[in-house]
């Protein structure tokens, strides 16, 4: 048996109750080859003793007591007429007593405290956001878009602030960024490109795109892209910018799903970019 | 009298208390009898913090008085408000298994 456990079980009672039951009580448990069980009760005796002591104040009180007092003719026994179960009489109607009053508050404390901890717990195997930046967006159809945007046929990015991104008309685009008139009314899905409009470098929101170069840079570093979001020479950023993914649905309108991002390309010298404009490598917009 | 040794509801010790009252109603014996007597009548095991925890609250009561201690172990015996405690009690139980007895028959027939 683990003696070590019951001593410190027995350790864990008030020092009131060790002396006045200490002894017996190791007694009884030399006597019991004491059990888990009995281990457990202990352990709930000891709490229970700590929060409501039972034991008498000093003997000298008791003492006086067990005098009778010789005027007072000493009452019939007060026999309690206890309710099934109870052994002793009850409480005072209607008073609460501090000490109940104290277990009560505790226990609610507790209580609360842990309610909260497993509602915190649980709270992180809810879904994961479905609105907002990280849900999908519906951007309306094409046309729905050169309403607000005329511009967007000739190339200029739609920036759409709900999700950060531009929305950028490829082949029009690339018209726009060579210096030709173009004008692209409905883009098929794999001619759409979603850019996430903060940098890769810092996470600056980029604005839209210079007249002069057609590029885009960053107010923060000067980290400079082409119109397709590639990185170029200017500006510390390592890769080009990320893209959310773009489908077309059956009723014709855009949609971008903006949990599923694609990193941008990384630096790899003018050689690697997919479209050049005819500016150079390291010119940025000022 | 101090407020709390009026405070009676003896709450989840009530059951254990009453256990302890009937053992050493057929006369003194200390923690250990105790236990092993209320497994032997009642069946069910009484653990040593439990059994301990009844007792403080007994003594506290006034329901039962501790004797000199024999070596380390001490013996308790029912005083008389326990054993007048006890028979309210036990008749108040008696009732309550004769109403039940009766409406059982009363539904039976």
């Known amino acids: 048996m683990p003696l070590r456990l019951v001593q410190l079980l027995l350790a864990a009672y008030p020092s009131s109750y060790r002396e006045r039951y200490g002894a017996e009580m190791a007694a009884v448990l030399e006597e019991r080859m004491a059990s888990w069980r009995d281990l457990l009760d202990l352990a709930r005796g000891a709490l229970d003793a700590r929060l409501d002591p039972q034991i008498d104040p000093p003997r000298v009180l008791a003492a006086a007591a067990a005098i009778p007092p010789a005027s007072a003719p000493s009452p019939a026994l007060p026999v309690p007429r206890a309710p099934y179960g109870v052994v002793a009489s009850a409480p005072p109607t209607g008073e609460l007593s501090r000490r109940v009053f104290m277990r009560r508050m505790l226990a609610a404390g507790v209580g609360l405290l842990s309610l909260e901890f497993i509602a915190g717990t649980l709270a992180f195997t809810w879904p994961q956001v479905r609105s907002g930046l990280g849900g999908k967006f519906g951007l309306g159809t094409p046309a729905d878009i050169l309403a607000i945007q005329p511009s967007w046929a000739e190339g200029w990015p739609y920036p759409y602030t709900k999700a950060r991104l531009f929305l950028i008309n490829v082949p029009a685009a690339k018209e726009l960024a060579l210096g030709h008139q173009a004008s692209v009314k409905s883009p098929s899905a794999d001619q759409l490109l979603a850019l996430w409009r903060k940098c890769p470098h810092l996470g600056c929101q980029i604005p839209q795109l210079c007249e002069s170069l057609k590029r885009f840079t960053c107010n923060c570093h000067q980290s400079t892209y082409n119109i397709l979001g590639e990185k170029l020479k200017t500006g510390p950023a390592a890769r080009g910018m990320d893209r959310f993914e773009v489908s077309i649905g059956d009723d014709g309108g855009i949609v971008v799903d903006s949990s599923k991002v694609t990193a941008g390309a990384p630096n790899l010298g003018p050689d690697a970019l997919t479209f050049k404009d005819p500016f150079p490598w390291d010119a940025a917009c000022h | ?109």
């Open chain 2, 1 to 109: 009298m101090p407020d709390d040794q009026r405070t009676g509801d003896l709450g989840r010790f009530a059951e254990p208390a009453l256990l302890v009252l009937v053992s050493l109603s057929a006369g003194p014996k200390h923690g250990y009898a105790i236990m092993t007597d209320v497994e032997s009548f009642s069946g069910s095991a009484l653990g040593p913090g439990t059994l301990y925890a009844v007792l403080a609250r007994l003594e506290r009561r006034g329901l039962i008085e501790p004797l000199g201690p024999e070596d380390r172990r001490r013996p308790y015996r029912l005083t008389t408000e326990g054993a007048a405690a006890l028979a309210v009690q036990l008749d108040e139980m008696g009732r309550f298994v004769r109403t039940a007895r009766s409406r059982q028959l009363d539904a039976a027939s």
